[in-house]
């Protein structure tokens, strides 16, 4: 009889520890699904090579970078580009002139929600870093200085859709050709300050127009990255070309 007991109990005790082993299976799973937007998984996150490190902080991405862009440019100035990073200009662009400004090195760290989430009270995108692309190199909104249109300004973007403001900071407000053309137009090519991703300007074969999108240049849909639906933005063609009157989520941080 004591025997029998022992087998009873060692039978109760094999059940109960294949079943914490299944849970705990289970909750592993759910919290690092790279499809699952609400999950803690980063590894959509690592497409961001430009970063120097991507790591959790609570409930925050933080992406550490020196937004030097990993492709060739006018603004690239000085002895110490010369021989590797300086090109020409080589554009479309006939109205094309310069700025008197030259690329630096800087130190940034944006800081995302890990969960992003609609805001109840959406926010005005700030001049300067509205987020940061794949390579490392900020996003900026609609404005030039004091909010005014792109029109001017437009005319000293180098052949990839960039240029540095006046302490160098290298920024795209338009289209990062570079990453388009090596990624993709349908590519996830970075995110916004609120965690929310910025797309190319087609997607599923279509061209992306202004129309397309709400207010704040976004829709939620699937995505390559997020075969469960997030909602996103898209670059396109048109102002506001990143992002529209504010951004959709509660944004994060960016420190220089």
């Known amino acids: 009889m004591t025997q029998l007991k022992k087998l009873r109990s060692l039978a ?18 759910s919290t690092t699904d790279p499809t699952d937007p609400t999950g803690t ?8 090579y430009g970063a120097s490190s991507v790591t959790q902080d609570g409930d925050y991405v933080v992406i550490k970078c020196t937004g030097l862009p990993d492709h060739k440019s006018p603004y690239y100035q000085g002895t110490e580009w010369a021989a590797t990073k300086y090109e020409a200009y080589n554009g479309s662009n006939s109205n094309w002139s310069q700025n008197p400004n ?8 944006f800081r995302i929600p890990l969960k992003p989430a ?3 009270t959406k926010t005005a995108t700030p001049l300067g870093p509205i987020g940061v692309s794949l390579n490392g190199v900020p996003f900026f909104n609609q404005y030039a ?15 990839y859709g960039g240029h540095p403001q006046q302490q160098g900071m290298y920024h795209y407000h338009v289209e990062p050709t570079y990453l388009t053309t090596n990624k993709g137009k349908d590519a996830l090519l970075g995110f ?3 965690g929310f991703p910025v797309y190319g300007p087609t997607e599923n074969g279509k061209e992306i127009t202004n129309s397309d999108l709400d207010e704040y240049h ?14 996103h933005y898209h670059i396109t063609a048109a102002d506001p070309y990143i992002n529209g009157n504010g951004f959709y989520g509660t944004p994060g941080t960016v420190t220089e």
């Open 118 to 120: 609609e805001a109840a």
């Open 12 to 29: 109760v005790f094999t059940g109960m520890l294949a079943a914490s082993v299944s849970l705990t299976g289970c909750s592993k799973d």
């Open 145 to 159: 200085a004091q909010r005014a249109p792109l029109t001017n300004e437009v005319n000293g973007f180098d052949q």
């Open 192 to 194: 916004l300050l609120d």
């Open 102 to 109: 030259k690329i630096a090195q800087g130190d940034y760290t």
């Open 218 to 231: 976004g829709h939620k849909t699937a995505t390559a990255d997020y075969p469960n639906g997030i909602y």
């Open 41 to 48: 998984d980063l590894s959509v996150y690592k497409k961001l």
